[in-house]
Nanobody, 121 residues
Framework: QVQLVESGGGLVQPGGSLRLSCAAS????????MGWYRQAPGKQRELVAS???????NYADSVKGRFTISRDNAKNTTYLQMNSLKPEDTALYYC???????????????WGQGTQVTVSS
């Protein structure tokens, strides 16, 4: 089985920073694209940022220049550094990873449980 565990959310003032982490564990053969999504109350889940196995990144226009996604392939972990946070960044942030399992070589997407980010003064 494969699990994704996020950490690093919390309450921060506007203009502040947070760093989210997402660690994948279990029967993993390979991890392909890893990404962060967010969902605010009453809104659809949206892609925030993604990073391929080779390091190619993609960002939502609303976070470009403020957020940075990275990954450590040796640790099966992705990070989201969030700077200059705004109240509109408040949401539940989810990690998603495209993973091939070791035991049966089945490849599919997995979701973490989510971590809350609240930006408020």
């Amino acid at each position: 089985q494969v699990q994704l565990v996020e950490s690093g959310g919390g309450l921060v003032q506007p203009g502040g920073s947070l760093r989210l982490s997402c660690a994948a564990s279990g029967s993993i053969f390979a991890i392909y694209t890893m990404g962060w999504y967010r969902q605010a109350p009453g809104k659809q889940r949206e892609l925030v940022a993604s990073i391929t196995r080779g390091g190619t990144t993609n960002y939502a226009d609303s976070v470009k220049g403020r957020f940075t996604i990275s990954r450590d392939n040796a640790k099966n972990t992705t990070y989201l550094q969030m700077n200059s946070l705004k109240p509109e960044d408040t949401a539940l942030y989810y990690c998603n990873s495209d993973i091939m399992q070791r035991r049966n070589l089945v490849r599919r997407g997995y979701w973490g449980q989510g971590t809350q980010v609240t930006v408020s003064s």
